[in-house]
Structures are given as structure tokens and as C-alpha cells.
């Protein structure tokens, strides 16, 4: 078994784990039904659930609107929206935006550290826009209660304050003129956690029962691709675990999606950005998922009804994370007591290796500032590390080529007898010292590394817009050359099959040079289909992250330097173990 061989079932094996891993465990370990004979309680009707089928989106991968016409109105209703009197501005290091007073809202925040596009000139990611825009996005704090009137969605509540910055928190306060004062104390940290205490002061005669609740709601219309390996949508844990199992065809299809367990976080999750509320600690609360309409959803978060004595007060602390999906940013949280936050980010079943690849790759950029040349080092340091597994398999590969003369006269003599045959070819690999399977082992050392750094290149926003050389601007995106439309000289944008970029032409004739240097193969098949693998291959993976394309040009040219070392190095032991006076390596 030679070394292309060897790295085309790699390529092949990690493409299956990419694609088909997920799909088989969910059969093989399915995940728990939603609990579905879950009580009913009393829930914040702001908006009604109608009949309405799910429209048809199209999402790309990072999601935002895609429709020209969207874009327009959105930009239109913004500047409307935004200019709107009582607003109260939010200005902290990481986040940027304002309060809505009308309804208690958290409906503006946009995202300093995080441009739109890689243009240099691109605004900041915008995460939550107000309701009735096309890309509606926002938090909002309330009560339901019995016996007691209570804010709604049109209230509009003092603000004093401002603006909200670590240090700097706001007020809003509101009297219903029945004995109840509502407030809501909003402050901010230096990353993207909002905390919002929300206190009712029972002043009246009589005693009121009082639920505080949040919600996020939000437009599917925004939303990026779910997928076998990128989860999309509705996510939380519950009971210290992160439920993943739900997109928004599932909410929208029940109505109502109820997670069992008590939770401890719940929101919306995109491939880079999460909105998600926190309940207070010890508090007891519950959450669910709701469709609101065809492609508006919630994710809501309620605590238990108390009842409130007269002269007394309910107070209730939630967190609302609105944020970029940064590991270490939401490791932090978990760290301070937000149960798997980090895991937010969906790194799979495979975490356990994705991890201390990323912690690498993110040192290698801290060393060299550029993550393509980190890329290219994380190569190196791998292909280190697997030199000594791949001299032994250039040992293994020798031994085989020296005694394939035998193996092809056994072949022929008992070419009938399929018992026989593997019973001398046992014979022969005893004698010869032959073990047919070493030459596997780097595929399985591989295939965790392929899986790993393509796992990173999807999800860590930390690669987002990274650029390396010349016109690759974005790591994380394909390769945005196209050798078919002449690198734009045709106004056409090729079908994925055929977007075949510079990065993967120069991977396929890196390939194709790793099985030129190597002997041919003696069966006239496995030649054909040797010779065709890198020009398949080549159009298989254009469309997958240039860096990762990056990191196999990398793997493929040290292949190259390592198999010319060690070919020339074995390359004599061959011949001494074919001379016919020789039947032992030296």
C-alpha cells in the first residue's frame, strides 16, 4: 500500500466522517423525544401563532439577508427605527446599539469587533434589529401576573441613565398606578453579556402573584445553514446538557418545543453569533421554543409565579449574551458559572481533538501573525510528530514491493482455491516479516487532523475574515478565484462542482506529483484509478475553506520532500531484498 494510496482513502474516509458521522449517530444514539405532555403555563401573548406555511429561505453559510429588496428596506426601517426619540444608547467595547424604551427592548446591538464583509470598509455585524424589520432580532423583559396590571409590549418606560457601558448601567422604571412599580436595571460587561435585573415593588393593601419572564424573538430569514456538521438555530442546555436537536422546520412544525429538563441557558444560535438568556441561579424557571408565525420564532425563558405580600418586592436577574461565538470569550462564562456555555460552539462528537488542534493553531497565529503561514506551521508540526509513522510505513511499503513477485505467483497458482491462497499468503508474510496493515496507520492519524481543522475553519469566528496572501482574503470562505469564468472576466458565477479555484488546482497537481514519485502501482485498474483521484479530488474539495485547502498543499509538497528521502533511502534495501542471495534485510 503506497503513501497516495494511503491519502486519497484518507481524503475519501474524512469526507464520509464530515458528512455521514452525525447522521449515522443520530440513528445509532438517537436524541430523547421532546417531552410533549409538558404542563401548559401562563406564557406572554405578544404575538400569535397563524396557519401560515414556513416561506422558503434561501440561507448561506454565516445567513443575513440575501434579497436586494430586503437589504433596501432594512436599511430604510433602520434609519427610522433608530432615530426614534427616548432611545437609550449602549456604547461598551465590545458592543454597540440602543435600548428601546417602548416595550422594554433590546432591539439595536451591533458587534465592534466583527465586520459584515472582509471589506476594510465594512460596518460592524448588526445582531439585533427592531421589530417589523427584516432582520428583527431582539430581547425583551417582562411580567405576566393575576390580579395585578402589568407592562406590555407598548409600554413605554422611563429611562435614566446612560449611556449603558461597564460602570455605567440604566434604569427603566414604570408605575402602573395601582400600587406596583416595575423596574429594570440593565448593566453590561467589557464583552457581549448584558444582565438585566428586573424588580416589582408591591406597594398596594393586598398581596399579587407576578411572573418575571425574557424572550428573544427573532426571524429565521437571517439565519445560516444547518447542517450534518454546523448546527443552526434553536439551541440551549437544559439540565447541564446542550440540546443541538432542534432546527427551525422542527419548531415550526410543532408549534411549541418544550426541552426537558430545568435551563440553563436558551436562545438562537448561527454559525458565528449566539442571543441566548441565563437564568438567575436557584430560581426556578422554565423554557420552550415557539413559532410566532412562518419565519418568526422564540425562544422563551419564564420563572415560576410567587406571590408578592403587600410592602414587599420580586426580583428576578437574567442574562442576555448577544454576541460573536468566541472560545474563549464564552469558555469564560462557563468558567463563572454558565454551564457549557462554551459548547455553544458545535464542535461535535470529536471535540476531544478539535480543541488542542484550535489552542495550537490559535499559538501558531499569536508566533507568526498570519493564521495561512499558522496553517502552514500546524503542518509542519503535524507532519513532525508523524515521521516516524511514516518512515515505518515506507519500511512496510518496501517490504511489500520486495516480495510482490511472490504474492503475484501465489496469486497465479492458486487461482482457484481462495482457502489455500490466504493460507500461503499468511505463510509468506510470516516468513518475509511482512505486515500488510502498518501502511493504514497514518490514515488514522490523519483523518481526526483533516476532521479537526475542518471543524475550526467552519466554526471558530476566530478565523472569520482572516486573510493570508495576495487573493485569498478570507481563510474561513472557498478559494473566491474561479478558473472557469477566467477569474471574473465572465460575469457568471460557476455551480460549486465546477468553482474550481487556483488553491485547488495547485492541490491537484501537488497530488497527482506525490503518486508520480512513487512506483506504479503493478494492477492496470488501480493505475487508472491512481491517475484520476487528484483531478477528482481537485473539484471535489475547491469549494471547501481555502484554508484548509492551504493546510493539504501544505501536507502534500512535505509529502513530497519526505517521500524522496525516504524512497532513496529504502530504495536499496528493495534492491538487496530481490537480489536472490539475500532473504533478510541488512
Not at 434553536?234 to 408549534?255: E, Q
Not at 441557558?265 to 436557584?282: C, E, H, R
Not at 449574551?321 to 469564560?332: M, P, T
Not at 511472490?406 to 497458482?413: C, D, F, H, I, S
Request: aromatic share 10%; charged share 20%.
Amino acid at each position: 500500500m503506497d503513501n497516495p494510496r494511503n491519502l486519497m482513502l484518507a481524503a475519501v474516509l474524512s469526507i464520509a466522517l464530515l458528512f455521514g458521522w452525525e447522521f449515522v449517530v443520530d440513528r445509532m444514539y438517537p436524541v430523547a423525544e421532546v417531552a410533549t405532555d409538558a404542563p401548559r403555563r401562563t406564557v406572554v401573548a405578544v404575538e400569535r401563532l397563524t396557519d401560515e406555511a414556513p416561506a422558503k429561505i434561501k440561507r448561506t453559510r454565516e445567513g443575513g439577508l440575501q434579497d436586494a429588496q430586503d437589504l433596501a428596506l432594512e436599511q430604510k426601517d433602520l434609519a427610522a427605527d433608530l432615530t426614534a426619540p427616548g432611545r437609550v444608547k449602549i456604547d461598551a467595547p465590545e458592543v454597540v446599539g440602543s435600548i428601546n424604551p417602548v416595550g422594554a427592548r433590546i432591539d439595536d446591538v451591533e458587534l465592534k469587533s466583527h465586520r459584515e464583509t472582509v471589506a476594510k470598509n465594512s460596518g460592524p455585524v448588526r445582531l439585533f434589529s427592531p421589530a417589523g424589520t427584516p432582520a428583527q432580532q431582539f430581547a425583551q423583559f417582562g411580567w405576566v401576573g393575576q390580579g395585578v396590571k402589568v407592562p406590555d409590549a407598548n409600554t413605554v418606560w422611563q429611562a435614566s441613565g446612560g449611556p449603558l457601558a461597564p460602570g455605567k448601567p440604566v434604569t427603566l422604571t414604570w408605575d402602573n398606578g395601582q400600587g406596583q412599580l416595575f423596574t429594570i436595571r440593565f448593566t453590561i460587561d467589557d464583552q457581549y453579556m448584558i444582565t438585566a435585573e428586573q424588580t416589582m415593588a408591591n406597594t398596594s393593601a393586598a398581596p399579587v402573584l407576578a411572573q418575571p419572564y425574557a424572550f428573544i424573538n427573532r426571524t429565521s430569514r437571517t439565519a445560516s445553514q444547518d447542517t450534518w456538521t454546523v448546527h443552526s438555530g434553536p439551541i440551549g442546555a437544559f439540565a447541564g446538557a446542550v440540546d443541538f436537536s432542534n432546527n427551525y422546520d422542527d419548531v415550526a412544525k410543532a408549534g411549541e418545543v418544550t426541552p426537558a429538563g430545568a435551563p440553563n441557558w436558551v436562545g438562537f444560535t448561527d454559525i458565528y453569533w449566539l442571543s441566548a438568556l441565563v437564568p438567575q441561579d436557584k430560581a426556578a424557571a422554565k423554557a420552550d421554543f415557539r413559532a410566532v408565525d412562518s419565519e418568526h420564532y422564540r425562544a422563551d425563558l419564564i420563572y415560576d409565579p410567587v406571590t408578592v405580600p403587600a410592602g414587599k418586592a420580586l426580583s428576578r436577574t437574567t442574562r442576555l449574551f448577544a454576541g460573536a461565538k468566541e472560545s474563549e470569550v464564552l469558555d469564560s462564562y462557563e468558567d463563572a458559572g454558565v454551564a457549557k456555555f462554551g459548547l455553544a460552539i458545535d464542535w461535535g462528537w470529536f471535540r476531544w481533538f478539535e480543541v488542542p488542534i484550535f489552542w495550537l493553531l490559535k499559538h501558531l497565529y499569536q508566533l507568526v501573525g498570519n493564521f495561512g503561514l499558522a496553517i502552514i506551521l500546524l503542518t509542519f508540526v503535524i507532519r513532525g510528530l508523524m515521521f516516524p509513522v511514516a518512515q515505518k510505513q515506507f519500511a512496510s511499503m518496501a517490504q511489500m514491493r520486495a516480495v510482490q513477485p511472490k504474492m503475484k505467483a501465489l496469486q497465479e497458482r492458486y487461482k482457484d482455491d481462495k482457502q489455500q491462497l490466504s493460507q500461503e499468503m499468511a505463510k509468506l508474510y510470516k516468513e518475509e516479516k511482512v505486515n500488510p496493515l502498518t501502511g493504514c496507520l497514518p490514515i488514522f492519524i490523519q483523518i481526526p487532523v483533516f476532521f479537526a481543522l475542518y471543524k475550526t475553519l467552519q466554526l471558530s469566528v476566530e478565523m472569520r475574515h482572516k486573510p493570508f496572501l495576495l487573493w485569498i482574503d478570507d481563510l474561513s470562505a472557498p478559494d473566491p478565484s474561479h478558473i472557469v469564468n477566467l477569474f471574473g472576466l465572465l460575469h457568471f458565477t460557476p455551480p460549486t462542482i465546477l468553482g474550481l479555484g487556483v488553491l485547488g488546482l495547485v492541490y491537484g497537481l501537488t497530488m497527482w506529483a506525490t503518486i508520480r514519485i512513487n512506483p506504479s502501482a503493478m494492477d492496470p485498474t488501480q493505475q487508472q484509478i491512481m491517475s484520476l483521484m487528484p483531478w477528482v479530488m481537485m473539484f471535489a474539495i475547491s469549494s471547501w475553506p481555502a484554508g484548509f485547502l492551504l493546510y493539504w498543499i501544505a501536507s502534500n509538497m512535505l509529502t513530497l520532500t519526505q517521500q524522496s528521502y525516504l524512497s532513496s533511502k529504502y530504495s536499496k534495501f528493495e534492491r538487496r531484498r530481490e537480489s536472490p542471495d539475500r532473504t533478510a534485510p541488512p
